[in-house]
T-cell receptor, first 114, second 107 residues
Framework: NAGVTQTPKFQVLKTGQSMTLQCAQD?????MYWYRQDPGMGLRLIYY???????DKGEVPNGYNVSRLNKREFSLRLESAAPSQTSVYFC?????????????FGDGTRLSIL | QQPVQSPQAVILREGEDAVINCSSS?????VHWYRQKHGEAPVFLMI?????EQMRHEKISASFNEKKQQSSLYLTASQLSYSGTYFC????????FGTGTRLQVTL
């Protein structure tokens, strides 16, 4: 029972480098989400995909892009990493609409940008 | 706008009770509660829907006052395993999480 799988678990980047965080779920969920978690800030939504083929901005989308590759996979891309993007990134999925379905989280990617 | 949680932190002895509150300035469709242990992912506890019943997860229960746009999480006879940070999430369409309440249960 893998649930939501994120790769990599840890990454260190230099300012200006790009990278893609991968997320895959095996629960046949329609909706997927990317959050960042900073100390004292809780979880903030970056982007979400309500269903395959759609993506929408969340609270803090600047500096990020996403791709819903298929129903299972939802990737997050940092085109030109900045130190302010140092954070823990969580991917989550839910069966349907965020309001009435529980979200299942991956183990997170700890990203440091120097 | 983030929901506001209170208290920000609480320390309990094993067996004691605690209440964590969550309030929003917006009309809510539902309230979620999650628990996160240090270095781990958040784990779903329960959802309270508008017009729904009070929910329970083991010895943890929650209520949702739709008129006041508030929810409370009740931890009864706390156990060491209850330690962690509790987040409420309020939903209109997307989920917006509060900043969390850090709960530590000691012997």
């Amino acid at each position: 029972n893998a649930g939501v799988t994120q790769t990599p678990k840890f990454q260190v980047l230099k300012t200006g480098q790009s990278m893609t965080l991968q997320c895959a779920q095996d629960m046949n969920h329609n909706s997927m989400y990317w959050y960042r978690q900073d100390p004292g800030m809780g979880l903030r939504l970056i982007y979400y995909s309500a269903s395959e083929g759609t993506t929408d901005k969340g609270e803090v989308p600047n500096g990020y892009n996403v791709s819903r590759l298929n129903k299972r996979e939802f990737s997050l891309r940092l085109e030109s990493a900045a130190p302010s993007q140092t954070s823990v990134y969580f991917c989550a999925s839910s069966a349907g609409k965020a309001g009435n379905q529980p979200q299942h989280f991956g183990d997170g990617t700890r990203l440091s940008i120097l | 706008q983030q929901p506001v949680q209170s208290p920000q932190a609480v320390i309990l002895r094993e067996g004691e009770d605690a209440v964590i509150n969550c309030s929003s300035s917006k009309a809510l469709y539902s309230v979620h509660w999650y628990r996160q242990k240090h270095g781990e992912a958040p784990v779903f506890l329960m959802i309270l829907l508008k017009g729904g019943e009070q929910m329970r997860h083991e010895k943890i229960s929650a209520s949702f006052n739709e008129k006041k746009q508030q929810s409370s999480l009740y931890l009864t006879a706390s156990q060491l395993s209850y330690s962690g940070t509790y987040f409420c999430g309020t939903a209109t369409y997307e989920l917006t999480f509060g900043t969390g309440t850090r709960l530590q249960v000691t012997l």
